[in-house]
């Protein structure tokens, strides 16, 4: 009778075990670049950044592993303390420069919000002849104005931080052509800049933010995905595993502002690990 109730109680206990595993979440605090530049390009369109973490955020929120604070909040947070607030500025800035990562004010950060991680997300348009990044609105002005045509490449640089051992746990970085064929990247018309923007949500949404995240619940439940390897050559380098993807080309948005023939262009997803 000893060793039935034994029994039970191991069941049980390891019931209840399984059940906290699964309940634990981890809190994040994703800072893009950009979190305080607020409608201060051309278009007053949301930078490039604060878009993939908005998507971020929410892909974290829709699960019950990782929680992150919005935006609001942390802006919130910070105009109520102003010296935290220069100081994450000033931090977000010269890790969009030069990639330095500032420790101590990004554990200044996690700790508003009770989190021992912080997400950094940088993106910004690599001009390789000038050596100089600037942001995508930038660019889509300038080229415009001046009706350049460039082979533009947009990179978006994601970093994870333990915070609390002063580590970096992962970092990604993913690279994505803005330039058509042609080489032009422009916008005469504003329906044309509204164009690429619905096109840089539609990637964000759809195949970046989900590649980042995934990465990210990886490392905090290494575990919960399956990988299958692909052996493309394709950029990050690594093991990839694969998704169907509904994003459409920007050949797209083109074709529908012109009310031409609409031929559906459907891609796949790469999740880097």
Do not use: H
Not at 34 to 45: A, F
Not at 66 to 95: D, I, M
Not at 126 to 153: H, Q
Not at 171 to 189: R, V, W
């Amino acid at each position: 009778m000893k060793k039935i109730f034994g029994i039970i109680f191991l069941i049980f206990a390891g019931l209840v075990i399984q059940q906290r595993a699964e309940a634990l979440t981890f809190n994040v605090v994703v800072l893009p670049v950009d979190l305080n530049r607020v409608c201060e390009n051309y278009y007053c369109y949301p930078e490039v950044s604060e878009i993939v973490a908005e998507d971020l955020i929410k892909y974290f929120n829709s699960t019950t592993k990782v929680y992150a604070p919005s935006l609001f909040e942390v802006r919130k947070t910070l105009s109520g303390n102003k010296q935290l607030q220069a100081a994450v500025e000033n931090a977000l800035a010269k890790f969009g420069r030069t990639e330095v990562i500032d420790f101590p004010v990004m554990k200044a950060i996690s700790r508003q919000f009770s989190a021992n991680s912080v997400l950094l997300v940088s993106n910004s348009v690599v001009i390789e002849d000038a050596g100089i990044k600037r942001n995508v609105w930038e660019i889509l002005e300038l080229s415009s104005t001046m009706r350049i045509s460039y082979p533009y490449t947009m990179e978006t640089n994601a970093v994870l931080l333990d915070t609390v051992n002063d580590l970096v746990m992962w970092s990604g970085s993913y690279k994505k052509n803005l330039s058509d064929s042609s080489e032009n990247f422009i916008a005469q018309k504003s329906s044309q800049s509204y164009a690429r923007l619905s096109y840089l949500r539609a990637y964000s949404e759809d195949i970046l933010a989900k590649t980042i995240a995934q990465n990210v619940i990886l490392r905090f439940f290494p575990k919960t995905v399956n990988p299958v390897v692909d052996k493309k050559d394709i950029k990050p380098s690594g093991s990839y595993f694969r998704y169907e993807s509904t994003t459409p080309s920007l050949n797209k948005f083109q074709e529908k502002e012109e009310n031409s023939e609409q031929v559906d262009n459907y891609g796949e997803m790469i999740y880097g690990i």
